[in-house]
Nanobody
Framework: QVQLVESGGGLVQAGGSLRLPCAASGSIFSINAMGWYRQASGKQRELVATITSSGSTNYADSVKGRFTISRANAKNTVYLQMNSLKPEDTAVYYC??????????????WGQGTQVTVSS
């Protein structure tokens, strides 16, 4: 079994910052890409940022220059540093991992989500 556990969400004023960590645990052989997605109320889930095992990153245009994704491979952990937050960043943020389990089967896993609310 594999678990992804996010933390670090909360309420912040516009212009503020938050850091979201997500730790993967369980029967993991290796992790390929990890990423963050978000879903605002009444909207579809959308990509925020992804990072490969070699450190290549990809960002949604709406967060470029404000958010930074990073990972600590030894800890199976991915981070999302969010600066200059805007009210439109309000959403539930989900961690995602594309990985191989100990049975060498590839799978895609999601965390339970963490709420980020940005007040104006």
């Amino acid at each position: 079994q594999v678990q992804l556990v996010e933390s670090g969400g909360g309420l912040v004023q516009a212009g503020g910052s938050l850091r979201l960590p997500c730790a993967a645990s369980g029967s993991i052989f290796s992790i390929n890409a990890m990423g963050w997605y978000r879903q605002a109320s009444g909207k579809q889930r959308e990509l925020v940022a992804t990072i490969t095992s070699s450190g290549s990153t990809n960002y949604a245009d709406s967060v470029k220059g404000r958010f930074t994704i990073s990972r600590a491979n030894a800890k199976n952990t991915v981070y999302l540093q969010m600066n200059s937050l805007k009210p439109e960043d309000t959403a539930v943020y989900y961690c995602n991992a594309d990985l191989y389990g100990l049975d060498i089967r590839r799978g895609n896993y999601w965390g339970q989500g963490t709420q980020v609310t940005v007040s104006s």
